[in-house]
C-alpha cells in the first residue's frame, strides 16, 4: 500500500511562515512529478505547486512569490516553504505524484489567522 506522510503544519498569524514536509514511496519519485495539494473549508482539493523529477516548478497564481517547493531524491521527499501566510491558505494540506495516485496521506493543518 503506497504511503504518503505529510507533516508541519500548524497555526500561524497572517504574515508568518511554515515549511511542510512529504515522505513518499520509491516509486514515486522514480516515475513522476511531485505536487502539494490543498483542500480548504467548503472548497475541493487543488494543486498548488508542482516539482518535476528534473526540478522545473510550478504554482498556482494565488502562492506565486510565497511558496517553493522542493524535493530531495534521495531522500525522497517533497518540501514546500510557505512565507507572507494569508488566511485564505487555511487548508489541509496534502502531497501526492502528479497525476495523483494511491491513497491519499492524512494531511497536515495549516491555519492562517490573527
Known amino acids: 500500500q503506497v504511503q504518503l506522510v505529510e507533516s508541519g503544519g500548524g497555526s500561524v498569524q497572517p504574515g508568518g511562515s511554515l515549511r511542510l514536509s512529504c515522505a513518499a514511496p520509491?516509486?514515486?519519485?522514480?516515475?513522476?512529478?511531485m505536487a502539494w495539494y490543498r483542500q480548504g473549508p467548503g472548497n475541493q482539493r487543488e494543486q498548488v505547486a508542482l516539482?518535476?523529477?528534473?526540478?522545473?516548478?510550478n504554482y498556482t497564481d494565488s502562492v506565486k512569490g510565497r511558496f517553493t517547493i522542493s524535493r530531495d531524491n534521495a531522500k525522497r521527499t517533497v518540501s514546500l516553504q510557505m512565507n507572507s501566510l494569508k488566511p485564505d491558505d487555511t487548508a489541509v494540506y496534502y502531497c501526492?505524484?502528479?497525476?495523483?495516485?494511491?491513497?491519499w496521506g492524512q494531511g497536515t493543518q495549516v491555519t492562517v489567522s490573527s
Open positions: 516539482i518535476s523529477k528534473g526540478g522545473s516548478t
Open positions: 501526492n505524484r502528479v497525476p495523483p495516485g494511491g491513497s
Open positions: 520509491v516509486t514515486f519519485f522514480s516515475l513522476y512529478a
